[in-house]
C-alpha cells in the first residue's frame, strides 16, 4: 500500500508543481529577464512540489523524513545541472535526480530504526 500512496503523492505533487514552476519561472523572465533565476526557480518548485507530499507520506515511517523535501530540491537542481551542463536532454539528466533521491532515501532509511523495532544493547531484539 505504501507504493501506492507513494505514487499517488507523487503524481499529485509534479501535477501541480510542473505548471506553477513554469508559471513562476516565466513571470521572473517576464518581469526581470533574468533567464537563469527564473531556470534554477522553477527547478526549487518542481522539487518543492513534488517532496512535500512525497514527505506527507514518509513521515509515517522514517523520524527525519523532513530531509526528504531537500533532497528532492537537490535532486532537481543536480538534474538542472547537468541538462545545462552536459548538455543531456536523453533521460541522462535523470539520472542524477535518481542518484540524489535514491541514495537520499536509502539513507534516511537506514539511519534510524524502524518504529517499534529499537536496537536492543546485545542486538538481539
Known amino acids: 500500500m505504501l507504493p501506492l500512496r507513494f505514487l499517488v ?14 508559471t513562476i ?7 526581470w ?5 527564473g531556470y534554477w526557480s522553477a527547478l526549487a518548485a ?6 512535500v507530499p512525497q514527505w506527507w507520506i514518509l ?11 531537500l533532497l528532492s530540491v537537490i535532486g532537481w537542481i543536480l538534474t538542472g545541472l ?3 551542463g552536459l548538455r543531456t ?3 541522462l539528466d535523470a539520472l542524477w535526480y535518481g542518484i540524489v533521491t535514491g541514495l537520499g532515501l536509502v539513507w534516511l532509511a537506514r539511519s534510524q530504526p524502524l518504529p517499534g523495532r529499537g536496537v536492543s544493547a546485545s542486538g538481539n531484539e
Open 89 to 91: 536532454g536523453d533521460g
Open 59 to 69: 513521515r509515517r515511517h522514517m523520524n527525519r523524513a523532513s530531509l526528504w523535501v
Open 25 to 31: 519561472q516565466a513571470n521572473i523572465v517576464f518581469h
Open 33 to 37: 529577464s533574468l533567464q537563469l533565476t
Open 46 to 51: 518542481f522539487g518543492f512540489f513534488l517532496g
Open 82 to 84: 547537468a541538462r545545462i
Open 9 to 22: 503523492a507523487s503524481t499529485v505533487g509534479f501535477a501541480a508543481g510542473y505548471p506553477l514552476g513554469q
